[in-house]
């Protein structure tokens, strides 16, 4: 072994610890020998019957096995003999542009959407080990042992299709119709899978949580299609049988998704817990369903931060990690097995965190983080970056209230909660399997009808937002506990009047050609500092960065003047470097719409500092002698202004780069946009950056420890802590002046309308 592979195994000591590194060896030796196909070896549907899996060996008969399942299984959500009851109850949430209809029809032409984007023409019935983009087909006479996760493209693409989220809105479509045809189609996909999925070979076998969100899948349809005629006996066995096996394949594997210590684990735990509880009549049910609660239980306190973020430091894995509590513990609410308070209080902090994170009239969130396109519970109409309907299920699964006013997030409610019309609180007969709605005891959450948007910090997580009547900004610095997915620390996202018009770039592809293999996790994407073209960390594999750099936040203790507020953080990633430097940052709010971020960066000897920003499309205008770009945006222009310590810098503005991932950006997974990247860099030993981000014209300048900043009709003035003590925040002070001067109402107030949401107490609390 090298000095650098020692290197790595000490890190890998140093923050994941001895069993970890451990057990993961084991694991690669079980894979690489063979022993996980003697375990778990292939076999055939034929070998498997349900009798093997069953305590009452007569239910291995179709017909046997049905009359179980209409007259002694246990409730779900929603009672099957409903869909005909409610077929008005969503005429309020559809549209013309709005409707699971042609999502629906869709399918059957052989187009399912890709990553709630791509509309992907898949076949029918899909070729179900292929990648539909670039038709390319993974092994699927292998056991999944011997598949690489990258060896073939990314293996997401295959993935997705397998992960049979079109069954959400097929059902969907049938409960407003009451059409067979939904029904049909369901089945005729069941069948078609299992005739090419043979048990433990080829791709789909391969993730524990790929499975497990596809029998979350397969069960919405199972209560779904209930009552249609297409759920013959000897269909309902046949789907039994096949999500038996996949339970088996879960439980067996669990300890590698567990020692990933994130998403993947939770839905696996979920898998177990759903099988285990829905499924009494297996023989393994009850150690399943036991295992599953336990493992939903403990990993919420080691993964659910008490600040309400997430191990995994991303949003959209944030919506995920949801959606799989949401999921379990409604099932637990109507199965009469209720989850604990404590992780009650931990999923309500989780809500929280988003809702605090969102913007207030789109409903949408930074693109912050790994963002792999995952929608595991797609029951409304709303786009994908749309994160209202989780923060208003997750919120009426804690405390029995809506979060938000009437809208088409409400059809979440209905699914999961039998809320036909949340304002009034009807839910649906008592054969529905509502359950009794469990909120929050008193007192055991911070969680209130008083609860507003403002300034918000995450202390653990380390994100911050600051508040301001046109729009918000939101960073982060933080102390890595769980491995880092990004190198992106003090990323700044700004958003004005409902746009987000300073971006993150999101992610591409976590496995494709250069320059698309996974690039905007690299620092020089974001909105950050570079010192010497490195990342902040040192990118050791695909989803691993070390040396973990420490973030710090120094909060809003800095005295302002005027309407403004300010937040100071800094990391150390670049103190690795044979001469040290540590990056500082203060992002100022000046009035309701304009911002001012201040770093700076020293060390001993000279160094190539970047200073980059990424902006969203649009007609634009650069001004290299004022080191400025001008944009226009649908609600008028927004200008960006940087000035520097150093007497020469250079300024360069890219669009949609042919050659590199360079002015571009991935709203959603494995697809790109244009935007635009502005860059400016200096070579010096130190330096200090001012960026002015606002409407209208303004200047910006640098004079020493203060900054100076001119608008149209107001000034003001950042004094700075230049030299880098222990426990001294960049920006000291901020003072304004002209009509900054308490202009609007402080974020602290509480009477601001705007920022106040209505909430609607459930009848039953």
């Known amino acids: 072994m090298n000095v650098s592979h020692l290197h790595r195994c000490s890190q890998l000591l140093r923050y994941f610890g001895p069993q970890w590194l451990m057990y993961r060896t084991w694991h690669a030796m079980r894979l690489k020998s063979g022993l996980v196909r003697l375990q778990l070896p292939a076999t055939t549907w034929e070998e498997q019957p349900l009798t093997r899996f069953v305590t009452d060996r007569s239910l291995g008969e179709p017909d046997r096995y049905a009359e179980y399942r209409w007259t002694s299984a246990p409730r779900f959500f929603f009672d099957p003999q409903d869909h005909e009851a409610f077929q008005a109850v969503f005429e309020k949430w559809d549209t013309p542009d709005g409707s699971p209809l042609s999502v629906a029809d869709d399918v059957r032409r052989g187009f399912i959407s890709f990553f709630s984007h791509e509309r992907m023409n898949v076949g029918f019935p899909p070729c179900w080990h292929s990648d539909p983009i670039h038709d390319q087909e993974f092994p699927k006479n292998r056991h999944w042992s011997q598949i690489s996760d990258f060896g073939a493209g990314d293996i997401k693409l295959a993935w997705e299709t397998n992960r049979f989220g079109f069954v959400f809105p097929l059902v969907r479509a049938f409960w407003r119709t009451g059409e067979a045809k939904y029904a049909e189609l369901f089945w005729q996909l069941i069948e078609s899978w299992r005739e090419a999925n043979p048990p433990e070979t080829g791709v789909n076998w391969k993730c524990g949580q790929e499975i497990s969100l596809r029998v979350m899948a397969w069960c919405f349809g199972l209560y779904g299609f209930g009552a249609s005629a297409a759920s013959t006996p000897a269909r309902l066995s046949m789907l039994a049988q096949m999500i038996a096996v996949s339970g088996r394949r879960i439980e067996s594997n669990i300890s590698y998704a567990l020692s990933q210590q994130n998403n993947h684990g939770l839905s696996e735990a979920m898998g177990l817990w759903t099988i285990g509880s829905l499924f009494p009549e297996f023989i393994d049910s009850k150690r399943w369903a036991a295992r599953g609660k336990q493992l939903l ?168 937002t600051i508040r301001a009547a046109e729009g918000y900004a939101v960073t982060r610095a933080a102390t890595f506990r769980h491995r880092p997915a990004q190198a992106d620390m003090l990323h700044v996202d700004i958003w004005w009047r409902g746009e987000n018009i300073v971006i993150d770039p999101g992610t591409y592809s976590y496995n494709s050609p250069p320059p698309w293999n996974n690039p905007f996790s690299h620092t020089s994407f974001h909105n950050t500092v570079t010192v010497d073209d490195k990342d902040q960390m040192d990118r050791a594999s695909r989803f691993l960065w070390l040396p973990w750099l420490n973030g710090k936040s120094y909060g809003r203790a800095v005295t302002c003047h005027g309407d403004s507020s300010c937040w100071n953080g800094e990391h150390d990633g670049y103190t690795r470097l044979p001469d040290p430097v540590t990056h500082r940052r203060g992002v100022v709010r000046l009035g309701a719409e304009h911002w001012l971020v201040v770093d700076s960066l020293r060390g001993l000897q000279t160094h190539d500092y970047r200073l980059h920003w990424l902006l969203a499309d649009g007609a634009f205008k650069a001004d290299q002698s004022e080191t400025s770009i001008e944009i226009q945006t649908q609600k008028g222009s927004y200008r960006l202004a940087i000035a520097s310590s150093s007497p020469s810098v250079k300024m360069t503005v890219t669009r949609a780069a042919n050659d590199s991932a360079l002015g571009w950006r991935s709203t959603y997974y494995h697809s790109v946009e244009p935007a635009l990247s502005v860059s400016v860099e200096s070579t010096s030993a130190e330096i200090v950056f001012a960026t002015l981000l606002g409407p209208d014209t303004q200047k910006v300048s640098i004079d020493g420890e203060l900054v100076h900043v001119h608008g149209t009709e107001w000034i003001a003035t950042a004094s700075l802590n230049l030299i880098n003590a222990e426990g001294l925040p960049l920006v000291a002070s901020v003072n304004a002046d002209g009509s900054l001067m308490n202009n609007t109402i402080p974020m602290h107030n509480h009477s601001s309308p705007h920022l106040i949401p209505e909430f609607r107490r459930c009848t039953s609390c």
């Open 297 to 464: 239980e403990s990993q919420a306190v080691e993964l659910i931060y008490d600040d309400g973020a997430f191990s995994q430091h991303s949003m959209n894995y944030h919506r995920v990690m949801l959606h799989d509590y949401i999921w379990s513990i409604r099932l637990g609410d109507v199965l009469e097995q209720p989850f604990s308070e404590l992780l009650r209080t931990r999923i309500a902090k989780a809500g929280e965190f988003v809702y605090q994170l969102q913007d207030e009239s789109t409903g949408r969130v930074p693109c912050y983080g790994q963002d792999d396109g995952a929608l595991i519970l797609p029951l409304n109409n709303l786009g994908y970056r749309d994160y209202r309907p989780v923060v208003q299920a997750a919120n009426f699964l804690t405390t029995g209230r809506c979060r938000y006013d009437a809208g088409p997030w409400d059809e979440d409610l209905f699914w999961l909660f039998g809320v036909s019309d949340p304002a009034t609180q009807k839910v649906s007969n008592d054969r529905s399997g509502v359950g009794e709605l469990r909120p929050l005891q008193t007192g055991s959450t911070s969680h209130s009808e008083t609860s507003y948007r403002a300034d918000f910090d995450a202390p653990i997580g380390g994100y911050a």
